[in-house]
Structure formats: C-alpha cells, structure tokens
C-alpha cells in the first residue's frame, strides 16, 4: 500500500480516534487548522477544476470531511465540558475574534449558520436534485446522438465508448451529489445542535463539579462554546460553498484513495495559497506562529514535490523532438499530427535497445523489412510500415506489439540467453528459466550460452531473442492482417491490379461493388488466413457474382471456391491424405435450419444449448485430432461453412473450416472424426 492510500485510511481511522478516546488540547489545535487548511484546499479546487471529471470524488470526500468535523466537534465538546478548557484555537476564537464578547460571538455564529443552511445548502441541493433529474431526462438523447455520430463515420467506436461513459459518469454524479448535499445540511442542525448542548450542560457542569458561580459559567463556557462552534462553522462554510460550486462534477471509476490523492491535490499552487493563508493566520493572530508555521511549511513542501512530480511527468510523456522552430510550434499542422496513429508499432524497454542499435549489433530493422516482404509474398498485402522505439515505462526486457494505438500482444527477452522448446521428451540435464514461447504459447527455457549445444543434441530447438521476436510479430500480423488492411490500403491494391488488368477493374468497381465492399471480402479471406495475393482471380469472381448480391460473406464464399487450388495447397502436403473433421448429416440440418435470412444478409440464430453442444463437440474432435499430430481442420458442406465458422471463431480461432467445394479432387481427404452432437 503507498502513502497516498495510507493517508487517507490513517484519516478515517483518526475520525474513530477523535470519537472515542479523549485528545489533548494541543493535539485539538493541529486537528483544528487541519480542517481550516482542508476547507480551503477543497474551495480553491473547486474553483479551479476546469471539467466536471477533474473533481469527481467531492461527493465522498463531502462525507468524510463532514464527518471528520463531527468528530473534531464531539473531541472539543468532551474537552469543554470536562475540563473547561479547549485549547489555544478555540480561546483564540472566543475572545480575540468576537472580541471576549459572548453575545458578538453567538450572534456572529448565528449569521454564519444562517448563511450555510438557509443561502448554500438550499441552492446546492435544489440545483443537484434539478440537475440529476435533467441528466437523465437526457441520457437517451445524447446515447442516440452518439450512435449517429458512430454510424456516420465522425467518431471511432473507442471514442463512442469514451462519450458513453462520460455521460453515464455525469448521471451518476448527479444522483451521488443530491445525497450528498444532505450530508452538509445535516451538518450545519447538529453545529446548532451542539452549540445548545454546550451552553446548556457547560453551565450545568461549570455550577455543580467546578464550583463556579452562574457568571463565570456563563461566561466561560459561552466563550469556549461560541469558539467552538465559529472554527467549525468556518471551514463547514467554505465546503458549503464548495458543493455549490462542485454541483456538475461526474463520478469516476477510480478508488477513493487514488481519487482524493490524485484531484485534491491536482492543483500544486493551490497548497502555496492556502499554506501561505495559514501562516499569516498565525502571523497576525495569537494562535502559535510554531503551530501554523509548520502546516503552512507541510503544504507548501507538498505542493513543491506534487509540482515537480507534475513536471517530471509530463517531460516523459512529451516525445523528444530536434530543434523544433518557433514557426512550426504555432502552426495548426503541429496539432494535426499529434492526431496520426500509426498502425503497427514495436515498443521495448530499454534493456532490448541493442535488438535495433546497429552499433551494438542489432539487427531488428534489417529483420523487419524481411518480415515485410515475407508478408507480402504470403498474404498479398502491403503490410504498414513498422514503427519501432524505446518506451521507458515499460520493463527493461519487455516489448509491446501494438496494432493502431492499442496493446495486442506482449513479450520478455533475455538478450544474454537463448529459448529452448522441448521435443516433447524432457531431458532434466536442461535447466534454465522457464518461460513461455510468445508466438504460439508452447512451453520454453531460457538457458545460457554454455547449455546451448547440450540443447541442441538433446533435440531441443534453440533460437536466438532476435529470432524468437521476428517470429512473433511475424504471427502477430498474420492474425491481424484483417485489421490492417482498410480502405486505403484497398484502394492501393486497386490501383496495382489496375495497370495490368484495367478492364477487369473497371467491370468491378466503382460499380457493382464499391471500395468498401471490395474491402471487405479481402477482409474476410484474411481472417481466415487466405492469402489474397491472387487479386486477377478474385476480382474474377466478383465480377461474376457482385451484381447478384449484396451480402459480402455470401460473395467471400464464391471468391474462397475460386481459390479452391489455393486453398488445397495451404493445407495438403503432396502424396499424403488430408486428415479433417466431418459434420454429420444431422449437425449440418440443425445448422442450416438456424439460418436467418434479412434484407441485410443471413445469420446463424441457434438455439444456446444446440450451439454449446455443436461447440464442445467440434472442440473435443479436434482436440483429438491434435493429439494425433495432425492440424485440426473441420470439413463440411458449402451452404452451412461460413455460419460454422461464425460459431466456433471466438473459441477455435485455429481450427480452419473448409467445405467440399474449397479441395480440389485430387486430394485424398480421410477423416477421422465426425462431429456428431446428438
């Protein structure tokens, strides 16, 4: 646990504290200015936040602070009645504020409540309960505004998510400030509450235990209680008027101790205000210079180091540029590059920097063409270019692929040792860090340079971090080429196809088929792992059958016929029989009658419990097709294979799913399983 989820656990637990055991007076004195600072760090934010996010927690922290007073009360209440003394805060209060006059002071009191509970908490709480009813009056509007705005084409689905949960967070501020401000009100009765306890049992108890006659009670406890009631009322004034203020603020999704640390305190030069308010209190006050020298001296030193924090921060996060000029700093352009995202990157810590320094030895560029124009001759496609840097916020020895900005696969490389995967006999006289291959999940030991040929002979299969890396972004595209390949890269493919077959072109887009219906059929054949280097073919196909259709799955399914000898040649090695998975009759039925037809295309809507069944039947097959050293490959007939495949991509992913009409005729096909749910 930090520091900062300790201070504020210590907080609560000292509330506990301060309602159970008796406090000295001088330890009353620090709590005291603790919540006259509190009270006005929580103004000073409120009046600085710029969006409601940036102080979301006010609603809890409204509680604890309410709280902590109470408490702070009910410690002075024990020492004003028990011992007729309050400490050096609260005498101050009493006679240098008010002037020793106890009618000044409960009148000034008596203004004070008036202006909290009649004045703020009325509007605060009338302007949260109209708010939050307003919000969600709302809510359905703005939901549709974002739906639109997503279908149109002006906002990523990330941003539509982003806007969602701004204005579900809104909402529920809203409803947590309408509770909250209750809270305020309550304080402001039991501050009258007390201050009437007070006068009453400290005349009661200054007569009969301490012997005074019914003026100096009077007069004593009058003081103490009107002192008492002014240094509560004081800061509970100041976060009334907070709540006003802070009424718009949303909730967040963070915990409270992350929320109170990170926005009371997001505003560094607020703390130099409020430390410099508590030293000149002390300075042109009784109260002791010590005292409030040395919270004044706390805050401005918190405030320093949450300052350099802020800047040390914001220097990470800024990349480093070359000697940018004044010019280009003020030019709209520098804005609109920040915009660009690029879409492959390699990032790694700073122990991997020798993997791309050529002055080390590395070869990580030199790797990364080669990975290009493997891609391109296996996929078809011209992968992006692969942006590659240091990221110091990562682990030394850890490298992130990301695929437009977002986290898709990870790793860990030991540059001084190699990977070792086992034949699947394991030899003990092997012995490294276990690990786990990142390409294909196998298990793995990193071993040392001297057990590498010892390795090799155990018929180990030992290859080097800049290898094992390659081979993983190498499978991290492959699997992503779907996502990669858009319409711009589409229109590039196009363009290319067009200088050699231009009528071909010509006969398929911009009509019967648009850019993005092309797309999307390359799209489809690259999910599921078919190369589309042999575009002549499939725009063949598409001329055939882009008119006659606008369901692209159903068109992918023609050009994936088309490609039938290619298809073959992926998964058939020459002179051996193709070993697959069967549908049976029955499975094939159930499937086909699930089928929906919409003016939209056609869906699988099976039954839950048949599609379980269908699931774990098809996963137990080619469990057991693995086991036999085969790849597991499901065969069934054209009409249901795209809707098999819909069924079993999120939990087979590996498992292709080929129809009769994708084998060519001379390929022996023997199979070994047939699924068969019934």
Request: aromatic share 6%; charged share 20%.
């Amino acid at each position: 646990m930090g520091a900062r989820e300790f201070s504020v656990l210590f907080g609560v637990i000292l509330i506990v504290v301060m309602l159970i055991i008796p406090l000295p007076t001088f330890v009353l004195d620090i709590l005291i200015i603790t919540n006259i600072a509190l009270a006005l760090v929580i103004i000073l934010v409120s009046m600085n936040t710029r969006e409601p996010l940036e102080f979301s927690i006010f609603p809890t922290l409204l509680l604890l602070v309410t709280l902590f007073r109470l408490g702070l009360n009910v410690s002075t209440t024990r020492s004003i009645l028990g011992d007729a003394e309050a400490g050096n805060v609260i005498n101050t209060f009493g006679n240098f504020v008010v002037g020793g006059s106890p009618l000044v002071g409960f009148v000034v009191f008596l203004i004070l409540i008036i202006i909290q509970f009649v004045v703020i908490v009325k509007g605060a709480e009338r302007v949260s309960e109209v708010g939050a009813r307003f919000t969600l009056d709302a809510m359905p509007g703005k939901q549709m505004s974002i739906d639109a705005d997503l279908n149109a084409g002006m906002i990523s689905e990330h941003q539509a998510k982003d806007r969602r949960e701004k204005i579900e967070n809104e909402a529920d501020f809203y409803g947590s400030m309408d509770g909250a401000s209750k809270f305020v009100k309550g304080d402001a009765i039991a501050g009258i509450v007390i201050v009437i306890i007070n006068l009453i049992f400290g005349l009661v108890i200054g007569m009969v235990e301490h012997g005074m006659g019914l003026s100096d009670a009077a007069n004593t406890y009058t003081l103490l209680t009107v002192g008492d009631g002014l240094v509560s009322q004081i800061p509970a004034l100041l976060v009334s008027t907070a709540t006003g203020i802070v009424v718009t603020r949303a909730a967040s999704e963070g915990n409270l101790s992350q929320d109170v640390t990170s926005q009371l305190f997001a505003f560094p030069k607020m703390l130099y205000i409020a430390a410099a308010a508590i030293f000149l209190l002390g300075l042109f006050t009784p109260i002791t210079l010590l005292l409030t020298s040395a919270i004044a001296i706390s805050l401005a030193a918190l405030g320093y180091f949450m300052s350099q924090a802020e800047q040390n921060q914001i220097k990470e996060d800024q990349e480093p540029e070359d000697e940018p000029e004044e010019d280009d700093m003020k030019s709209p352009e520098n804005v609109v590059n920040l915009l660009t995202i690029d879409p492959i990157e390699f990032e790694f810590g700073y122990g991997l920097i020798p993997l791309a320094d050529t002055n080390q030895g590395g070869d990580l560029l030199d790797r990364v063409v080669m990975i290009r124009r493997q891609l391109a001759l296996e996929l078809g496609m011209v992968v992006p270019v692969i942006r590659i840097r240091d990221n110091i916020q990562l682990q030394p020895n850890e490298y992130v692929i990301k695929m437009r900005g977002n986290d898709v696969a990870t790793g860990e490389l030991l540059l001084d040792h190699y990977m070792a995967m086992s034949p699947g006999v394991e030899d003990e006289s092997i012995t490294g860090i276990e690990t786990t291959e990142p390409a294909f999940g196998l298990p793995a030991l990193w071993i040392g340079e001297e057990m590498k040929e010892q390795a090799e002979l155990a018929g180990y299969t030992v290859v080097d971090p800049p290898s094992v890396v390659s081979t993983h972004l190498t499978e991290v595209i492959k699997a992503h080429a779907h996502e990669l390949l858009g319409r711009e890269e589409t229109k590039q493919l196009v363009d290319h196809l067009k200088e050699t077959y231009p009528s071909l072109v010509e006969e398929v887009t911009p009509n019967p088929l648009a850019l993005g219906e092309i797309q999307k059929v390359l799209s489809n054949l690259l999910k599921e792992k078919v190369s589309i280097r042999n575009l002549p073919t499939i725009f063949e196909t598409l001329a055939e059958y882009g008119a006659l259709t606008k369901d692209m799955t159903l068109v992918t399914e023609y050009v994936r016929q088309s490609l039938s000898r290619q298809i073959t040649k992926q998964y058939s090695v020459p002179g051996e029989p193709l070993y697959v998975v069967t549908m049976s009759s029955q499975a094939e039925q159930k499937v086909a009658e699930a089928v929906q037809q919409t003016e939209h295309g056609n869906f699988l809507a099976m039954n839950p419990d048949d599609s379980q069944k269908l699931v774990e039947t098809i996963g137990q097959e080619a469990e057991r097709l693995s086991e036999m050293g085969q790849t597991p490959i499901l065969l069934c007939s054209p009409a249901v294979r795209m809707y098999i495949y819909q069924l079993i991509e999120r939990f087979f992913p590996q498992v292709p799913v080929l129809s009769y009409n994708e084998l060519e005729p001379n390929v022996e096909v023997q199979s070994v399983g047939v699924v068969n749910p019934e």
